[in-house]
Nanobody
Framework: VQLVESGGGLVQPGGSLRLSCSAS????????TTWYRQAPGKEREWVAT???????DYIDSVKGRFTISRDTAKKMVYLQMNNLKSEDTAVYYC????????????WGQGTQVTVSS
């Protein structure tokens, strides 16, 4: 299944972006549940995720600023990012973790988010 992330760009600190993740060929049970990001020289980290049902969780550094959402009918997952900071600069990806370092899908190309004045 091909994952396609989009919506990134260059934004000033304090700005907003809405990222989209398309999994059009995915079945519902394997829809992406988690947004990740990888900054230059750093490991990929999870940023926002659905846990059980509609519950969500976020890493501390984005709590109150980022919101994950989804449209299962369209097989889309979104990440609304507000009050962006320079440390949010990274390539953002979506996927569905299966545990033990495995994921439901091959990684997409990601979408670059650059926060800079």
């Amino acid at each position: 299944v091909q994952l396609v992330e989009s919506g990134g760009g260059l934004v000033q600190p304090g700005g907003s972006l809405r990222l989209s993740c398309s999994a059009s060929r995915s079945i519902l049970s394997t829809l992406p549940t988690t947004w990740y990001r990888q900054a230059p020289g750093k490991e990929r980290e999870w940023v926002a995720t659905f846990t059980t049902g509609r519950n969500t969780d976020y890493i501390d550094s984005v709590k109150g600023r980022f919101t994950i959402s989804r449209d299962t009918a369209k097989k889309m997952v979104y990440l609304q990012m507000n009050n962006l900071k320079s440390e949010d600069t990274a390539v953002y990806y979506c996927n569905r973790p299966l545990g033990q370092g495995k994921y439901a899908h091959d990684w997409g190309q990601g979408t670059q988010v650059t926060v800079s004045s």
